[in-house]
């Protein structure tokens, strides 16, 4: 069975930084495409991040802010969130797919990211 | 990108169908057959119910199907249950390793 534990939310000053995490298991890490997704207390889905082996990939509200990275040995995905803005308050999931897959087909439960003075 | 557009809500007896729309651009529904639904009950994660537009993951009841006319998708749930009524959101590739979701749709089991 497929799990994904996000963790490293909190409550954060505008300007500041956090690393969320998403530790896998169940999976071959090596062989998945994984992704951030955010929820905006009351809002829809946002597509954050994505890293494959063809790259990294970001929204435009995100890039040069965000930083999406991988640990294989640990079987983990990171997000560096940093210049955090009151608008990128949000839960944050990761999600997981096999390589070439258009889908998200598991989810992790989220972590909750608040960025407020 | 925009988001694609859902209706807010849609309703429905127990039993009846609904169909929830997703309408798009040239750039991502009509451009690529990888839509995908998720369904998400409150306070938890979503969970994938079609992908590739109409593609059931193992476990969906075939209650559950998904289609596609030019920038439109949409999914369509039969014999509406109880168990049912939660948000749903439609998203598709968009190009360049880019997605783009909808911005939910409200099934209420009357």
């Known amino acids: 069975e497929v799990q994904l534990l996000e963790s490293g939310g909190g409550l954060v000053q505008p300007g500041g930084s956090l690393r969320l995490s998403c530790a896998a298991s169940g999976l071959t890490f090596s062989n998945s495409v994984m992704r951030w997704v955010r929820q905006a207390p009351g809002m829809g889905l946002e597509w954050v991040s994505t890293?494959?082996?063809?790259?990294?990939f970001y929204a435009e509200s995100v890039k040069g802010r965000f930083s999406i990275s991988r640990d294989s040995s640990k079987s983990t995905l990171y997000l560096q969130v940093n210049s955090l803005r009151a608008e990128d308050t949000a839960i944050y999931y990761c999600?997981?797919?096999?390589?070439?897959?258009?889908?998200?087909?598991?989810w992790g439960q989220g972590t909750l990211v608040t960025v407020s003075s | 990108q925009s988001a694609l557009t859902q209706p807010r809500s849609v309703s429905g007896s127990p039993g009846q169908s609904v169909t929830i729309s997703c309408t798009g651009t040239?750039?991502?529904?009509?451009?690529?057959?990888?839509v995908s639904w998720y369904q998400q009950h409150p306070g938890k994660a979503p969970k994938i119910m079609i992908y590739?537009?109409?593609k059931r993951p193992s476990g969906v009841p075939d209650r559950f199907s998904g289609s596609k006319s030019d920038n439109t998708a949409s999914l369509t749930i039969s014999g509406l249950q109880a168990e049912d009524e939660a948000d749903y959101y439609c998203c598709s590739y968009a190009g360049s390793y880019t997605w783009v979701f909808g911005g939910g749709t409200k099934v209420t089991v009357l």
């Open positions: 590739d537009v109409t």
């Open positions: 040239s750039s991502d529904v009509g451009a690529y057959n990888y």
């Open positions: 999600a997981c797919a096999n390589l070439g897959a258009y889908r998200f087909d598991y």
């Open positions: 890293i494959s082996h063809s790259g990294t």
